[in-house]
């Protein structure tokens, strides 16, 4: 680099640029979360099975296979619009495909990708399926592209 | 090694190039479960050997970036480690943590483990990345305090370079960032959004600046070229890696929840976050060719340019490719994530702290200028090896990720593939990542065996002054 662009000036360009990112990341982050998000993200539903719903999430590690809103494992299908993919967005029909689908896991077909057997109770089942049908309604700029996740 | 106390960075490198060992055989477990779903089912289940798998690469990074700090701090302060023993046992504090959360992870399931470690009543576990148990974290935590207080007190005793300052600066960062992994709120958006103040803040952050001071510290010691210089290309390498990388978290925000204007900030700031990667390839090219010693240890230069090739292609390249947001509409969550991270982090953050080990190690076990030709010859091929290896790793997730998005993302719904069948499409290009992966576990094998070869380098194969040939 050119003698005339000294160390101090590289430092100050470090500081001054840093600073003033940091600044505008954390005005940024402020809009975001008091202005927009409430209006996105559905706050007012989340109900406590919602709440409940996503301990049981984090608890059996789902994240280790699956996608949530396409962040997690890439083993296992999308589960931000499973409501949609599998009970149709109806309430009912998904608490009893997911009442169906946990109990029967594993399938135990031979070489086939295995989902273990978590031993939920129906109360456990019924608040994940809260929690996947509140997540589902997310305002999430359209993704994914299609029902498949 | 001009301080006794820099020897405590020994038993940091040793204890987490074991762990890397760890992560690679889990690594080849994952690998063959993608193809063979029910290999070693239920024993280790996917989502157990993935948790194993991520959670030893950051706690060996982890471990590495302790060792090259307690390396080169005190040498750079040009003073004695502030306290040895304080490093000693946090050292044992974090081997001993770590090893058994792993064991946590493999022998009791993921619930049962929520369990008895009380998650009810601090609850942050479950989260990709941040699986580690609330008792876990709050040791790591405590041992990043006890580790700064270390690092604060020799770097302040003694002269303040740019190299200590960045470093410092990066740890700091490191560990304030580390406090978002305890906000866990029920509402996901909120947790989405502040679970990237720890993973993108890091990576794409703070992590930066830990890499450029090591890869500095590495330059002045085996290119002889003046401090100056060097510090003065950390400074705007850093000053980029902010610029670009702190707006550059939008590109997380796009599908998570956050408004759109994020898809605009998102896409314009981390097309820049190439530049501070490519910068350190002309930083560490330039610094080389313009060398005014030839030092002997040949096997840390390869390193050197290798970090830094690799990191700006894994980062930055394989970044940019998927990064903007009308592209990132259909790669997002696919394969090509996973090539993208597979690459970025071994370029970036494995290959910086090999590189670093293969400076410090042959210097702390008495050879100071570095290990016998066998030995480096040996280690180089562990580096061809390992880095090609990965190459063909991101290559194949690549292709995987290509024609995922084509079947499964592009087409309209009802025409799309699901999922799983998609999944049996592709599984050709994961058998073939899993060749790659063993090539790989066979570079590590190579690699480790050059420490187990005797004899050192000597002064006389280093020529002084302007390089005889090609200089």
């Known amino acids: 680099m050119a003698e005339r662009f000294t160390k101090s000036m590289a430092r100050n360009i470090y500081l001054g640029g840093s600073a003033f990112f940091v600044l505008l990341f954390l005005a940024l982050t402020f809009d975001t979360q008091s202005r927009a998000m409430p209006e996105r993200d559905n706050r007012d539903q989340i109900t406590e099975q919602v709440v409940r719903g996503k301990h049981v999430w984090e608890e059996n590690n789902c994240i280790g296979c699956h996608t949530l809103m396409g962040e997690g494992a890439y083993f296992a299908p999308e589960l931000a619009n499973v409501f949609d993919r599998r009970g149709a967005g109806d309430s009912e029909v998904f608490k009893s495909f997911m009442n169906a689908w946990m ?47 | 090694m001009r ?17 890397f060992a760890g992560q690679i055989v889990f690594g080849l477990v994952l690998g063959l479960q993608y193809v063979v779903g029910d290999f070693l089912f239920p024993e280790i289940p996917f989502n157990v050997a993935r948790m194993v798998h991520t959670n030893l690469l950051i706690v060996w990074l982890l471990f590495g970036f302790m060792g090259a700090t307690y390396y080169l701090v005190p040498e750079e302060a040009q003073t004695e480690l502030y306290s040895p023993l304080l490093a000693w046992i946090l050292f044992w504090v974090f081997a001993v943590a770590g090893t058994l959360t792993i064991l946590g992870y493999l022998l009791v399931d993921y619930a049962t483990l929520a369990d008895v470690t009380m998650n009810k009543l601090l609850p942050t576990m479950g989260r990709e990345f941040l699986e580690q148990p609330t008792i876990t974290k709050i040791g790591i935590a405590i041992v990043a305090v006890g580790f700064l207080f270390n690092i604060l007190m020799t770097a302040l005793k003694g002269r303040k370079t740019v190299v200590n300052i960045v470093l410092v600066t990066g740890l700091v960062g490191l560990a304030a960032l580390w406090l978002f992994s305890f906000y866990n709120p029920s509402n996901l958006t909120l947790d989405k959004y502040f679970w990237w103040f720890v993973v993108h803040l890091w990576v794409e952050g703070v992590w930066e600046l830990i890499m450029g001071a090591i890869l500095a510290y590495v330059l002045i010691k085996i290119t002889g070229v003046d401090r100056e210089v060097i510090e ?39 097309a820049i976050e190439p530049l501070p990667f490519f910068m350190m390839v002309l930083f560490a090219f330039n610094m080389i060719n ?166 050192q380098a000597s002064p006389a194969e280093e020529v002084r002054g302007p390089a005889t040939e090609d200089a």
């Not at chain 2, 006794?4 to 940091?12: G, L, N």
């Open chain 1, 103 to 149: 109990n029967a896991m594993p399938t135990n077909v031979p070489g086939r990708r295995q989902m273990p057997q978590f031993n939920l109770t129906d109360q456990e089942i019924e608040d994940l399926a809260e929690f996947l049908e509140w997540t589902s309604k997310i305002d999430d700029n359209n993704w994914p592209p299609n029902i498949e996740g």
């Open chain 2, 232 to 270: 003065k290309w950390l400074y705007v390498i850093i000053a980029m890696a902010l610029i670009s990388g702190i707006i550059g978290t939008g590109h997380h925000f796009f599908w998570i929840g956050p408004p759109e204007y994020w898809l605009w900030l998102g896409s314009v700031f981390s």
């Open chain 2, 3 to 19: 301080y006794e106390s820099q020897r405590v960075a020994m038993p940091y490198f040793i204890f987490a190039l074991i762990l």
């Open chain 2, 290 to 455: 313009r060398r005014r010693r030839n030092h002997p240890n040949k096997a840390a230069m390869l390193w050197a340019m290798g970090t830094a090739v690799m990191a700006f292609l894994g980062a930055g390249v394989w970044g940019f490719l998927h990064t903007l947001a009308p592209v990132n509409y259909y790669t997002h969550g696919s394969q090509i994530t996973a090539a993208h991270g597979h690459m970025a982090f071994y370029g970036a953050y494995v290959m910086i702290v090999l590189t670093i080990i293969s400076y410090a190690m042959p210097i702390m076990r008495g050879r100071p200028y570095g290990n016998s030709n066998t030995a480096q010859v040996l280690e180089m091929w562990g580096f061809w090896l390992m880095t090609i290896s990965m190459v063909f790793i991101t290559l194949f997730l690549t292709g995987a990720g290509i024609l995922q998005v084509w079947l499964q993302r592009i087409p309209e719904s009802g025409q799309a593939l699901s999922f799983m069948a998609t999944q049996d499409n592709i599984s050709l290009f994961y058998w073939m990542r899993l060749v790659a992966g063993c090539f790989f576990l066979g570079g590590l094998a190579v690699y480790f065996s050059s420490f187990f070869i005797k004899g």
